[in-house]
Each structure stands twice: as structure tokens, then as C-alpha cells.
């Protein structure tokens, strides 16, 4: 598998859970940014991570958090979950933190209920 | 902070008509700036960015720093061109982000 994975694929979870989404980076990729994709809208910066530390953040609470492991897949943890976290979490990798010429690579992304 | 319009939600347009998406940003820096595309049922991928200043699929972008402009052309559209496409803007120096637009949706009609 040479693109990136995203698990699960669809998710329901209930207000004020937490919920940890994955994603498996393209080979050779050492960098992963995670996207929120409200229905309608483009999607938004939520955090990067390269070589295992978190490089550069948007404008999102500190209850979404992130891991990056040493092969560079990668979670994204949202606690206390709200009715607006309902959204498609899209992950992307790249050769490096700035898109370098090749853009981003996307995953076909998480759909997150919250009810 | 950095910013893209797209201006136009939907655009819909003849088969073998132009095709031109509106694209605008706000940025103080040197900016990178890249058209996604995503087809019904598939990811988002890069379409083309302005740096290579290349032809895909027939489409062509060009940077306009002056009007701070990025509009995505093709002189003849089809069918297979029906599409979501996002504008987008990357800030390495601004936390690494790419910043999209909110998209617009293209229908091509027989």
C-alpha cells in the first residue's frame, strides 16, 4: 500500500466521548497534516506533525491532539467531543512539511458523527 | 492571516464551453498556491500548483500577485471535469498549513 490509509471509516460517536482517528502515511512520507472538512466547506488546518513532533497548528482547541510514531502514521485525539466536531477528518502526508513541489498526499478520510 | 475566496459555489457549463474558477487570496508572503480537484466518490488530489506552471487535464492556472489571483481555466470543458475543486494556499512560514477555499462544485453538461 503505497497511498495513505485512513481507519476507521465511519464513525457515531455521543457527545462528550473521546474518539482517536489513524492514518497510515505514503511511503516515504515523513510528515502528516490532519484537515476538518465541515459538510459544505473546505477543508481546515488542524495540526502538522513531522518526525514525531507537532509542527505548526491551527486554530483548534486543545482538546484535539496528535501523535506521530516512529514509522510516521500518525492519530488524531478529540476529547469531549461536541455536536460541531461532526465533520470529515481528512490526514495528508508529504516528503517534507512544506508541500515541495509533489502537494499533499490525502487519504480518503474519517466521517465523524457526533450525536 | 492568510485567506482564499472562492467566489462561486457552483459553476455549470456546456460540454466543449470555457471553464474558469475564481480563485483569490490574502497573503503577505511568497505565496504557494495549488488547485485540488476531487472527483465523485474519490480523495482529494493536486490538480496543478503554480509553480510549474504546467497544463493538466487541459487546465492551466495563473499567479496573479497583483490581484492576488489564481484562476483555474480550461478553454474546452467535458464531461469527466465534473468536479469539486478547492483552491488552496500553503504558508510554510506561517505554521506549515495549507489554506483552502471553500470550493466550487462543477457540473459539465452533454
Known amino acids: 500500500e503505497t497511498g495513505v490509509t485512513q481507519s476507521p471509516t465511519h464513525l457515531i460517536k455521543t457527545r462528550g466521548q473521546q474518539v482517536t482517528l489513524r492514518c497510515s502515511s505514503q511511503?516515504?512520507?515523513?510528515?502528516v497534516s490532519w484537515y476538518q472538512q465541515a459538510l459544505g466547506q473546505g477543508p481546515q488546518f488542524i495540526f502538522q506533525?513531522?518526525?514525531?513532533?507537532?509542527?505548526g497548528r491551527g486554530n483548534f482547541p486543545p482538546r484535539f491532539s496528535g501523535l506521530q510514531f516512529p514509522n510516521y502514521s500518525s492519530e488524531l485525539n478529540v476529547n469531549a467531543l461536541e455536536l460541531d466536531d461532526s465533520a470529515l477528518y481528512l490526514c495528508a502526508s508529504s516528503l517534507e512539511p512544506g508541500t515541495g513541489i509533489n502537494g499533499y498526499t490525502f487519504g480518503s478520510g474519517t466521517r465523524l458523527t457526533v450525536v | 492571516a492568510q485567506r482564499v475566496t472562492q467566489p462561486e459555489k457552483l459553476l455549470s457549463v456546456f460540454k466543449g464551453a470555457p471553464v474558469e474558477l475564481k480563485c483569490n487570496y490574502s497573503?503577505?508572503?511568497?505565496?504557494?498556491l495549488f488547485w485540488y480537484v476531487q472527483y465523485s466518490r474519490q480523495r482529494l488530489q493536486l490538480l496543478l500548483r503554480?509553480?510549474s506552471r504546467e497544463s493538466i487535464k487541459g487546465f492551466t492556472a495563473d499567479l496573479n500577485k497583483g490581484e492576488t489571483s489564481f484562476h483555474l481555466k480550461k478553454p474546452f470543458a467535458q464531461e469527466e471535469d465534473s468536479a469539486m475543486y478547492y483552491c488552496a494556499l500553503n504558508t510554510p512560514a506561517a505554521g506549515n498549513k495549507l489554506t483552502f477555499g471553500g470550493g466550487t462544485r462543477v457540473l459539465v453538461k452533454p
Open positions: 506533525y513531522y518526525r514525531e513532533e507537532e509542527n
Open positions: 511511503s516515504g512520507h515523513n510528515t
Open positions: 503554480h509553480i
Open positions: 497573503y503577505s508572503g511568497s505565496p504557494e
